[in-house]
C-alpha cells in the first residue's frame, strides 16, 4: 500500500481521499515502515504532456507522417533531443543509438523534471515549431 503524506507540525497527514481511506485500513498501534520520499507535483506532471500535445497539435500532416501519426514517437524524439536519454547498442543494426530515460515519478526529482521541461520546450521551438509564437502557444497550452 502507497500512501502520500503531507509534512505538517504535528506530524504526517494523508494528502489525498484515497490516502485517508486507505491510511484507515491500518489498525491503531500497526507499526509500519515508510520510505520517505519527496512528491513530485502531479499538476505539473500534466501540464508537461498538456506541452506535448499542444506541440503536436501545431506539427503539420507531414510531420506527424514521419512519426507515424504517434504522438509517443514524438514525445520521445523530443526528450532524445532534448538529451534526457542513455546510449543503446543496438546488435541489428550495429549502432548506439539514444534511447529516452524514463520520466516517471521514482526517477526524477522535481526540479530535474523541471529543467526538462524547460530543455524540452527549447528543443519544441527551434526544431519542431519554430514558426509558432511562443506567447501564442502559451496562451493554446492552457486549453489544455
Not at 16 to 44: M, P, S
Request: proline content about 2%; hydrophobic content about 35%.
Amino acid at each position: 500500500m502507497k500512501i502520500n503524506l503531507v509534512v505538517t507540525s504535528d506530524g504526517f497527514r494523508p494528502a489525498t481521499d484515497e490516502d485517508y481511506e486507505a491510511k484507515k485500513t491500518l489498525k491503531r498501534g500497526t507499526v509500519v515502515q515508510c520510505t520517505i520520499k519527496e512528491y513530485r507535483n502531479y499538476r505539473f506532471h500534466k501540464k508537461y504532456f498538456a506541452l506535448i500535445n499542444c506541440a503536436w497539435e501545431y506539427l503539420n500532416e507531414q510531420q506527424r507522417t514521419f512519426f507515424y501519426n504517434n504522438i509517443d514517437s514524438f514525445r520521445k524524439t523530443v526528450e532524445v533531443s532534448a538529451g534526457h536519454c542513455e546510449p543503446v547498442y543496438n546488435r541489428t543494426r550495429n549502432e548506439w543509438l539514444d534511447m529516452p530515460k524514463s520520466i516517471s515519478f521514482d526517477k526524477l526529482t522535481e526540479s530535474e523534471f523541471s529543467a526538462l521541461y524547460e530543455r524540452v520546450k527549447d528543443v519544441l521551438f527551434s526544431l519542431f515549431i519554430s514558426n509558432v509564437n511562443r506567447e501564442d502557444f502559451e496562451k493554446e497550452l492552457i486549453n489544455f
